[in-house]
Every structure is written in structure tokens, then in C-alpha cells.
């Protein structure tokens, strides 16, 4: 069982930027995939981005470039730095592991607003 833990959510103005934390409780090189995904009231959950355990990374072309996700290995958590931030970046963030089965975490509220 993999258990994931985020933080790093919060409010924030537009324009601004946030970095989200996503901390495993196994060494994330044995995890296949980490995502990040983002879910607002109503709708489905959205993928944003992946790392995989060989370090490449995946991202959906919506977020044109303004989410990066990294790594640290020695702390096994994966982070999501996310700039330039807008009103409709406001959810709830969750990160998920791929291995024989998925995992998500609890999520963390990101609010964008002036």
C-alpha cells in the first residue's frame, strides 16, 4: 500500500505562484507513475502531469507551460511548481502513484483570487 500525502495548497493572487508537495510512503522510484490531477465542483477530475520512476515527464497541453513537475528523490516526494496562476486554476490538487494499483492522496485546495 502506497500512502501520499500533499501540501503546500493555499490562496494566491493571479499572477502568482504556488509549489504543491506530494510526499510517498514508499521510495517513488519503485512507484511506475506519480500524477498530479485537479478537480473542481461538478466536474471530473483532470489530469495535469506525471513523473515516471526514470525521471521523464508527461504534462497535458492545456497548462502551456506553466506547471513544472520535479522530483526529490532522497525525500521520495514529487512536486508541482505552478506559475503565473488564474482564477480557473482555483481546485482541489491530488497527486496519485501508479503501481499494481493506484493511489491518490487527500488533495489540497489551491484558491486564485484578487
Known amino acids: 500500500q502506497v500512502q501520499l500525502v500533499e501540501s503546500g495548497g493555499g490562496q494566491v493572487q493571479p499572477g502568482g505562484s504556488l509549489r504543491l508537495s506530494c510526499a510517498a510512503s514508499?521510495?517513488?522510484?519503485?512507484?511506475?507513475?506519480v500524477g498530479w490531477y485537479r478537480q473542481t465542483p461538478g466536474k471530473q477530475r483532470e489530469f495535469l502531469a506525471h513523473?515516471?520512476?526514470?525521471?521523464?515527464?508527461h504534462y497535458d497541453d492545456k497548462l502551456k507551460g506553466r506547471f513544472t513537475v520535479s522530483r526529490d528523490t532522497a525525500l521520495n516526494t514529487v512536486y508541482l511548481q505552478m506559475n503565473d496562476l488564474k482564477p480557473e486554476d482555483t481546485a482541489v490538487y491530488f497527486c496519485?502513484?501508479?503501481?499494481?494499483?493506484?493511489?491518490w492522496g487527500q488533495g489540497t485546495q489551491v484558491t486564485v483570487s484578487s
Open positions: 513523473i515516471g520512476s526514470g525521471g521523464n515527464t
Open positions: 514508499i521510495s517513488i522510484l519503485n512507484i511506475n507513475y
Open positions: 496519485n502513484a501508479v503501481v499494481a494499483q493506484i493511489y
